[in-house]
């Protein structure tokens, strides 16, 4: 539904060329969510733009649900709803309901007024929509934008940075708006620095750093590719042996001949600290396999690609 095809963007900054993609092709199938991740300056928001015709690519092509953003923008843009970065996605002088009424006619949707009061009540939004949008906080207009790419029509959905200024619980209810949207079939590319909510949502990740798409693989083979488990292995041990295997693996004493080791699955790491465990009279009193998050994995992984 979304197809990323050999995006290239170049801009100039005092006479000094800057790519802000380089060759970047991906796609996200109906009912799918692409976590696009990234640090500042890797293209993500450009990317985003190009998406969306508000910045033209020098080169390759964005093609929303069959149609070129090139070729055939308007039949290309009816098949989105967005959300850009800021919150400057809103007119300030309308009202909350405005705002949702000016959009939603604009994508040609049926106006549903008890679907927006339900949904607003969910964000927290219900009271504020007869007020001005310039009223709002920060918070309540990236409230009120999301809840507009919600009610849209669009099969396509970019978010991006979508949770900035929200609270805990909206942006929990975000998440279950998201998974919803692609249960419903719509495909969903969301760019953001916050990885719990990218391991959250997201079905795959794509991964760009300085204009060039690292990675675009299932989330969870991602985790497992470039992640190593370590176990962390609770023991009681009693008598002199122990010494020969405190002096090979590391561990941290818990009480009076208690022990907890930890043991990478590097080679056959964890069944030879068993067999010596068990040769030594040791008891194992509990085990525990700790898998880092999408964050260590993700900063580990950039690291490693820097060289650093």
Not at 108 to 127: M, V
Not at 158 to 181: Q, Y
Not at 248 to 267: A, C, D, P, Q, S
Not at 274 to 286: A, D, F, H, P, S
Request: with cysteine; aromatic share 8%.
């Amino acid at each position: 539904m979304l197809e990323i095809k050999e995006l290239t963007k170049v801009y100039l900054s005092k006479n000094r060329k800057i790519t802000a993609l380089h060759n970047v092709s991906f796609d996200v199938k109906e009912g799918e969510v692409v976590a696009l991740l990234g640090p500042n300056g890797a293209g993500k928001t450009t990317l985003i733009k190009c998406a969306t015709g508000l910045v033209i690519p020098d080169n390759g092509d964005v093609k929303i649900c069959g149609y070129s953003i090139r070729r055939y923008p308007q039949k290309a843009l009816k098949n989105i709803s967005v959300v850009l970065e800021g919150d400057r996605n809103l007119f300030f002088r309308l009202t909350g309901y405005e705002n949702i009424y000016y959009f939603l006619k604009l994508s040609g949707k049926k106006i549903d007024r008890r679907e927006i009061k339900n949904k607003s009540i969910k964000f927290g939004l219900h009271e504020m929509l007869d007020k001005e949008v310039r009223y709002y906080s920060k918070g309540m207009r990236q409230k009120l934008s999301l809840l507009i790419s919600i009610l849209s029509p669009g099969k396509v959905v970019l978010l991006d940075e979508p949770t900035t200024g929200l609270d805990v619980f909206s942006s929990i209810e975000l998440r279950t708006f998201i998974k919803n949207m692609a249960k419903e079939g719509k495909a969903v590319l969301i760019a953001t620095h916050e990885m719990h909510v990218a391991e959250d949502v997201a079905d795959k990740v794509a991964i760009l750093n300085k204009g060039k798409l690292l990675a675009f693989e299932h989330i969870q083979q991602f985790k497992d590719k470039h992640t190593e488990k370590i176990y962390k292995i609770k023991v009681k041990v009693a008598g002199s042996d122990i010494h020969t295997i405190l002096n090979r693996w590391e561990y941290k004493v818990l009480g009076h001949n208690v022990y907890e080791f930890e043991i990478t699955e590097e080679g056959d790491s964890l069944p030879s600290f068993m067999q010596e465990i068990t040769k030594v009279g040791g008891n194992i009193l509990e085990l525990k396999v700790d898998e880092p998050n999408l964050e260590k994995i993700f900063v580990s992984y950039l690291n490693i690609k820097e060289g650093k």
